[in-house]
C-alpha cells in the first residue's frame, strides 16, 4: 500500500471508500477505524451512504469531525441531508456522469431508475464533483475480491461499477476481503495510530 505522503502543501487528497452493504462486522469495524484516522490526516471521504461499508467509513471521518463527501442518488437517500452530503442529479455534470456510467456497466440500459441513479452515483465517488479530480485509491470489500474491471462477478455487486472505472484509470484499489489488502490496511492502520 502507497504510504501516506500525498498530501503537500496543502492540497486536498480524496479516497474512495465503498463496498458491499453486506460487509462482515470485523471489516466495518476496521473501516470505521481507517475512516476515522484518515481523517485525522485530512484525508477526505468521498461515499455514496449506503448500509455497510459506505455507512462505517461515513461513522469514521464524522467521529474526526472532518470533512467528506457523501454523493447520494437521490435527496434524502438513507435519510441523509446537511452540507456533506451531494444530490448527484443536482449537479450540472450529472450528464457526462451518467455516460461514464453507461460506459462502464454493461446492463446499463436495462437497470431501473433508480438502480441506474444508483450507478451513476458510484462515478462521482471514484472521479469527484467535478469529474476531473479523481480518488488517490480506492478501499472497499466485496464478496469475490474484485480488484479490476476483468474481475469483476454478479459476487461483486453495486462497488463494481467504482472498481470499473477505477480499474481503468490505474487507480490503485484495495479490497479488504484479499488477505494481503487486509494485512496492509491493518499495518497501515497501526502506523496512523
Known sequence: MKRLKEKKGGKKVFYAGIGSHNTPQDILDLMERLGYLLARENYIL?????PGADTA?????????????????????????GKNYIDVRKLDNFPEAKKIAQANHPEFKNLTDNAKLLIIRDTYQV???????????????????????????????????????????????????????????????????
Open 46 to 50: 468521498r461515499s455514496g451512504g449506503s
Open 57 to 81: 467509513f461515513e461513522a469514521g471521518a464524522k467521529k474526526a469531525e472532518a470533512e467528506f463527501e457523501i454523493y447520494l442518488p437521490w435527496k434524502n437517500f438513507q435519510e441523509r441531508e
Open 127 to 193: 472521479l469527484g464533483k467535478d469529474l476531473d479530480t479523481p480518488s488517490k485509491f480506492v478501499i472497499c470489500w466485496t464478496f469475490d475480491g474484485c480488484i479490476t474491471d476483468r474481475d469483476r462477478s454478479e459476487k461483486t455487486g453495486g462497488t463494481g461499477q467504482a472498481i470499473s472505472i477505477a480499474s481503468k484509470r490505474e487507480i490503485p484499489i484495495f479490497n479488504l476481503k484479499l488477505k494481503e489488502h487486509k494485512r496492509q490496511v491493518k499495518e497501515w492502520i497501526n502506523k496512523l495510530s
